[in-house]
């Protein structure tokens, strides 16, 4: 069974930074895309940044400049690196793996539980 571990969420002020990490177990033998998105209450959940399997990522406009995904493959690892946080950053950020081959075969995605990410101004 696959499961994502995030950490790294907390309270911080604006202008300050945070360094998200998700870490994927079970029997995992390849991940197509890693990413993280985020959710407020009563708003659907959004991308803020994927990345795949060459480096190559992908950002949502409101995090461009800011934050920086990366991923250690070796490690089933992914990273999000937020600098200059705002107040509207205020989310649960979820962890998010797809198109995995297991060694009980392909799965289509997986859901890291979120961590809180919380801006104060």
């Known amino acids: 069974q696959v499961q994502l571990v995030e950490s790294g969420g907390g309270v911080v002020q604006a202008g300050g930074s945070l360094r998200l990490s998700c870490a994927a177990s079970?029997?995992?033998?390849?991940?197509?895309?890693m990413g993280w998105y985020r959710q407020v209450p009563g708003k659907q959940r959004e991308l803020v940044a994927d990345?795949?399997?060459?480096?190559?990522?992908n950002y949502a406009d409101s995090v461009k400049g800011r934050f920086t995904i990366s991923r250690d493959n070796a490690k089933k690892m992914v990273y999000l690196q937020m600098n200059s946080l705002k107040p509207e950053d205020t989310a649960v950020y979820y962890c998010n793996i797809d198109r995995l081959t297991t060694q009980t075969g392909p799965v289509l995605e997986v859901w890291g539980q979120g961590t809180q990410v919380t801006v104060s101004s």
């Open positions: 079970g029997r995992i033998y390849t991940i197509g895309a």
């Open positions: 990345i795949i399997s060459d480096g190559t990522a």
